[in-house]
């Protein structure tokens, strides 16, 4: 109940606020090259790489996404940390509810099934000290291309 409630603020304070312009730390590369970052009122930034068409997946909904990670470096991609196509299967888990870093909740929720998106994510969504790798620094931001290829 508490993640409902959780997302469904989150859906209404960004109705309410909108997005601002991106911070001076957005990767410089992808801004230089044509549609602008957009940046929630969490620190997330967004960049629509092609837009979805289907619905958006709704709290508690099973996302199935592609995914391509990597560490932020001089603010661009830097070190790959995942691959789902390279692993062999795609990255499965129900939207909103925790099993993943608040970052991917955050930016899956307001896809469209078949777009594609790169996420910009700061630290506070990023993985916790629990949750993360030794070869993830925690301070670092990190970049994440998303295709959302099924919800369930």
């Known amino acids: 109940m508490r993640a409902h409630l959780a997302l469904a603020c989150l859906l209404l304070s960004l109705a309410a606020l909108g997005c601002r312009a991106p911070q001076a730390s957005a990767p410089a590369k992808a801004q230089a090259q044509g549609p602008a970052w ?10 629509d790489l092609v837009p979805g068409v289907g619905p958006s997946p709704t709290l508690g909904q099973n996302c199935t996404v592609e995914v391509l990670g ?26 909103g509810v925790g ?7 955050e930016g899956l929720a307001t896809m469209k099934k078949g777009g594609k998106r790169l996420l910009r994510i700061p630290p506070p969504l990023g993985y916790s000290p629990r949750e ?8 670092a931001n990190l970049l994440f291309e998303f295709e959302l290829v099924d919800i369930r």
Do not use: C, M, Q, Y
């Open 38 to 47: 957009l940046t929630t009122p969490s620190g997330l930034g967004i960049l």
């Open 70 to 95: 990597w560490i932020e470096e001089k603010g661009e991609k830097g070190r790959l940390i995942l691959d789902t196509r390279k692993r062999g299967f795609p990255a499965k888990f129900p939207l």
């Open 132 to 139: 993360a790798r030794e070869d993830i620094p925690l301070d």
């Open 99 to 105: 099993r993943v870093i608040k970052g991917w909740d």
